[in-house]
């Protein structure tokens, strides 16, 4: 059997379970042969692969659409690749099975390289498909259960038609902003829709006006040596929407403020209760699991998902974390149930087992076990106490999965919600709070909401007793415009977007790439972070200024729209790439982006004549290039792969360096990390830890 897995760590595991032994970069005896990719080996081509010509942007060669698609090796892992192929080669008879990471991305990894190499055995090819760590027991389940892989088929033309589409759209739009503004803009199919919405977000906080308003607070005594007070609100009947609101010039507010000093006590005379119960929330998926870690711990998506991946990968304690499913299946009772065991004995996890209930775990629990709910993977769980000692990001993101799996086998939250009508020397207050019945999963004290404001506590009050006022006080609040995005905002955003009428639509992305396209806006700098908070930069407003110029652009890259291209995608794939090719066909015929460039600031003085250094397409240069004075001083704006900033040239035309940065040699391929100086007008590099 030829088996091709994604990683090394993979393809080893597999080689161990099955007592493959090494050779090279692949396993292999009599009877298996494992190799390994190392994730994509193939890239997309590049417009001058199809056509040298294209090497030069303009207008007049848009749009660029090729008859077929095609593919090249990525020069620094072409090795690899060309020990896949002739590990196909000679076992090309053999029955083979496809072990790419079980998902969207995996798939289209796999077959890229089934189709580089010819593969045309398919009657005997199956699809190795699990969630669990790659323990042996696993591996062998998972050889035995695996599927005929023409049944993924969809998931490969899904694959295909998405990598297509965004080449389609990232180079033709890419290069028509690009020439139209003057300034190389990075157009992508779902990052720009997301960058617009960001940007949207800003200007309605900058544009927002903050309206006044009064609210009138009493608080009255429960019992006074214990502190135990409740709260109550002024009733406002001319406010439908914000009952408890009070314009300045209210004469109601005016009259309590006058009379506030004479009012000695109130009288509750209405109580309406109602029984609540709030489950535990489900497991977590990915994008769940992102969330929830920028929350707590301000961990980046990308992040998150490295942690994830090495406790599934690595220590084998997580289950598969590219997951896009919340629930587990009908037929992971058992497993759930001995994964409850593993801890249940280990003193260490004590307190998250205790308040438990093992006989939750059963097929009828649907919050838990709900295969009609179930999307390629189940949820992420917890499969092993951890027994190694691992990174604090790994810790907290274990600890995160494990606390959500116990709290599911906790009883509901229940409490009755509590609405009052207090009487104060004939005015009506209102108030809304709860009265606690069973903590089960959730603590009072931890009521967690997002304004951070847990809930009055009206337990114990009765009708008609006089309770003294402690206090009255008028308090001018503002109204606040929405919160700026954070990457928890935005994940939200992707995998749950909705239309102006609140409609769900169809979720942007899938669970292995959202945390990608954010960081792709991170690393061109779209966007930038303020702590958690998400802001548009320059560059970002710039492009989407222009974008918004081109009335066929402004309405592909809005949120209900890349939604319905998802929708088509999912439909009929065949139709979703024939509508991009025509949708780029029409926008750079009817390109009604102006040439707009943003008036220019140097960057500091040339060191060879004194002129000022200006940021241009591909380059920063000398004002006096090309003049009479010739002067030739350039700055590229990538060197060995590494990005130059506007801010780099700053720094080395200050005669300061840059921060460490990422290269890659130009001769041999291989990564290594410098700091970028000036040396005269030549820039230099100063190599890590040398």
């Not at 958690?532 to 809005?558: A, H, P, R, Y």
Request: glycine share 6%; net charge neutral; charged share 25%.
């Amino acid at each position: 059997m030829l088996i091709l897995t994604e990683k090394p760590s993979v393809a080893k595991a597999f080689a161990e379970a099955l007592g493959v032994p090494k050779k090279d970069n692949f396993w292999e005896n009599s009877d298996y042969c494992i190799v390994n990719a190392l994730g994509h080996l193939l890239e997309d081509y590049l417009p001058e692969d199809y056509d040298p010509s294209l090497k030069k942007w303009t207008l007049g060669s848009l749009p660029i659409i090729p008859e077929k698609v095609k593919y090249k090796a990525v020069e620094k892992t072409k090795s690899q690749l060309a020990v896949i192929k002739n590990c196909f080669n000679r076992r090309k008879n053999d029955p083979f099975l496809l072990a790419t990471d079980a998902e969207r991305e995996g798939e289209l990894i796999g077959a890229e390289i089934l189709d580089y190499v010819g593969f045309n055995n398919y009657q005997n090819a199956r699809r190795f498909w699990v969630s669990e760590a790659l323990t042996p027991e696993v591996v062998f389940t998972g050889i035995k259960n695996a599927k005929p892989l023409s049944e993924y088929t969809s998931y490969k033309n899904q694959g295909f038609a998405r990598q297509q589409a965004d080449w389609l759209v990232g180079m033709n739009l890419t290069r028509l902003v690009t020439l139209k503004t003057g300034k190389l803009l990075h157009f992508g199919r779902v990052q720009t829709a997301l960058l617009a919405a960001i940007y949207e977000r800003e200007k309605s906080i900058v544009g927002f006006i903050p309206e006044p308003y009064f609210e009138v607070k009493a608080h009255l005594e429960v019992d006074k040596e214990k502190g135990h007070y409740f709260s109550v609100k002024l009733f406002n009947p001319e406010n439908d929407e914000f009952p408890t609101r009070f314009e300045k010039n209210s004469r109601l507010l005016s009259e309590i403020e006058s009379k506030k000093d004479s009012f000695k006590s109130g009288v509750i005379t209405e109580i309406k209760k109602e029984k609540k119960t709030e489950h535990p929330p489900q497991l977590f998926n990915l994008t769940a699991l992102q969330k929830e870690a920028h929350k707590k711990y301000g961990y980046s998506p990308e992040e998150t998902l490295n942690y994830a991946q090495a406790l599934y990968e690595k220590y084998k304690v997580l289950s598969y974390p590219r997951t896009p499913s919340r629930v587990m299946g009908d037929e992971n009772v058992v497993l759930v149930k001995s994964i409850y065991d593993k801890f249940a004995h280990n003193t260490s996890y004590a307190e998250y087992i205790a308040g438990s209930d093992p006989s939750l775990i059963n097929s009828e629990n649907k919050r838990l076990f709900n295969s009609a709910e179930l999307q390629d993977h189940h949820a992420l769980i917890p499969l092993a106490p951890l027994s190694e000692a691992v990174s604090v990001g790994e810790n907290a993101v274990y600890f995160l999965v494990l606390e959500r799996f116990f709290s599911l086998l906790n009883p509901p939250h229940i409490y009755n919600s509590v609405l009052i009508d207090v009487d104060i020397s004939g005015h009506l207050f209102i108030g809304k709070g709860i009265e606690l019945l069973q903590s089960g999963w959730k603590n009072f004290d931890d009521w967690d909401d997002e304004d951070k404001n847990p809930p009055k506590d009206y337990s114990g009050l009765e009708k008609n007793i006089d309770y003294p006022l402690s206090e009255i006080i008028a308090e001018e609040n503002k109204t606040q415009p929405k919160k700026h995005f954070t990457f928890a905002s935005l994940l939200q955003l992707m995998e749950n977007p909705r239309n102006e009428e609140g409609k769900r639509l169809t979720g942007l992305g899938t669970p292995a790439t959202r945390g990608t396209i954010l960081q792709k806006l991170v690393e061109r700098k779209y966007i930038t972070l303020k702590g958690k908070t998400i802001l548009i930069s320059e560059d970002g407003k710039f492009l989407i200024d222009n974008i918004n110029k081109n009335d066929d652009l402004s309405v592909f890259i809005s949120i209900p729209e890349t939604t319905r291209w998802e929708e088509q995608l999912h439909d009929n794939t065949a139709l979703f790439i024939e509508n991009i090719k025509n949708f780029v066909r029409a926008s750079v015929k009817i390109a009604d982006i102006a040439a707009y460039q943003r008036e220019k600031v140097s960057l500091g003085k040339c060191p060879l004549c004194g002129g000022g250094v200006y940021e241009g397409k591909i380059n920063y240069y000398c004002s006096n290039y090309n003049t009479e004075k010739l002067c030739k001083f350039l700055i590229w704006k990538e060197i060995c792969k590494a990005a130059v900033s506007a801010a780099d040239v700053q720094l080395l035309l200050s005669g300061k360096k840059t921060k460490i940065k990422k290269c890659v040699s130009s001769k041999t391929g291989n990564d290594f990390k410098a700091a970028f100086y000036l040396s005269g007008d030549k820039v230099m590099m100063e190599f890590e830890n040398k």
